[in-house]
């Protein structure tokens, strides 16, 4: 089968032709539809990700077709169409049994973290060599082998080309709405960079029922494409402008919920100080290690609250067939986060999109 392999960071991925081996106990061999190409997959790629040791198969949003299942699995069998979460849990520790499965630090998930099975082995090989799958799923290629703990079936006509979108972005954002801060019918958003992720705050809040959402980006192009889904006023950043003052001139007092999207301490601190008193400030991007994020002390002690989220907060079995059901009912939009679709053979194309911040979502066509 052929994948995008890394070889190296900052390097075109290469195409590979990949060696597969048969599914063991508890492995599912999924046949992919398509996968979005995710921030994440750029931190990567830039060797940003301490537990990415190339070479490694990138991509972990993906969609696709149950081919082959090993022994022992019975909640997925061959045909059925399933996402492929960004967690692997082992489903034994006390986090995965009270349902927290995205804080899971057991001994398979640190495996699954590096694309390895509990065994500390691959399923994939290239010309002899092991290769591994970003965070168990590496779905930037036409074959994935899993564990079933890591996928999810969902109901037949989807499009698979939409459906993998649930794998992480859309996961993440509406999650940090609804599992994270708790939005409250009729309250007051801010969202903080209109990317892949942000764009699903912005829907989240929708869904939750907040009536004045805030969305914020340099461009203009995110703007409007967050006024088509849901955001209420769009705040068009300019460097050295106040935006926390510029949000408070909008809400008076500050908003009742914050989002910061980017990843980056100064933002989380203008997403902070835009709360009102009472507010909840969630930070959902991913900041570089070692950050440290400074806020004004008196105004966390005014009843204000700072949370960071990995993934949304989400139990990945719950949580995306509600997504599915929302798309079905016309309250979850996905296609208009889809701003290109792309071959495999193009796939550094997506790359280069998100490093210039170009569009919402790059989904990879995997049977092209
Ligand atoms: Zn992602
Ligand atoms: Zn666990």
């Not at 597969?20 to 940003?48: F, I, M, N, Y």
């Not at 979108?165 to 309250?187: I, K």
């Not at 204000?304 to 990945?316: A, D, M, V």
Request: glycine share 14%; hydrophobic share 40%.
């Amino acid at each position: 089968m052929r994948a995008a392999v890394m070889h190296e960071p900052n390097r075109p991925l290469v195409i590979e032709e990949v060696d597969v081996e048969s599914p063991k106990a508890g492995e599912v061999v999924v046949e992919l539809a398509a996968s979005g190409v995710c921030r994440s997959d750029l931190h990567a790629w830039h060797g940003r990700t301490a537990f990415i040791t190339p070479p490694v198969v990138l991509g972990h949003e993906g969609a696709g077709i149950v081919a082959e299942v090993g022994p022992g699995v019975t909640g997925v069998a061959k045909g059925d169409p399933v996402v492929i979460a960004l967690y692997g849990p082992c489903g034994q520790c006390g986090e995965c049994r009270t349902g927290d499965v995205t804080r899971c630090w057991s001994e398979t998930r640190v495996h699954n973290m590096h694309g390895r099975m509990p065994d500390g082995t691959t399923r994939l090989s290239l010309g002899g060599r092991p290769l591994t799958p970003m965070v168990g799923a590496g779905t930037l290629a036409e074959i994935a082998v899993v564990r079933e703990a890591q996928l999810v079936k969902i109901d037949r006509g989807i499009p698979l080309g939409l459906a993998c979108l649930a794998g992480c972005g859309v996961t993440t954002g509406v999650g940090a709405v609804l599992n994270v801060a708790q939005v409250r019918v009729g309250s007051s958003v801010v969202v903080i960079g209109c990317g892949g992720v942000g764009l699903n705050v912005v829907q989240g809040a929708r869904i939750a029922g907040a009536t004045r959402i805030l969305a914020c980006d340099t461009q203009s192009e995110k703007l409007d494409l967050a006024a088509d889904l849901g955001a209420t006023d769009g705040l068009l950043v300019r460097e050295g402008e106040d935006l926390a003052e510029a949000i408070r001139g909008l809400v008076p007092g500050g908003v009742d919920y914050a989002f910061e999207v980017i990843g980056r301490p100064e933002v989380v601190r203008t997403a902070f100080a835009s709360t009102r008193i009472g507010g909840t400030t969630v930070m959902v991007g991913s900041p570089a290690p070692g950050s440290e994020i400074a806020v004004d002390g008196r105004m966390l002690f005014s009843d204000r609250r700072l949370l960071g989220t990995t993934g949304g907060g989400n139990i990945p079995a719950r949580d995306i067939p509600r997504l599915m059901q929302l798309y079905r009912t016309g309250r979850l939009e996905l296609e208009r986060l889809v701003s290109q679709r792309l071959p495999l053979a193009r796939v550094n194309e997506a790359f280069t999109a998100l490093e210039r911040g170009e569009g919402a979502r790059t989904v990879i066509d995997l049977r092209s």
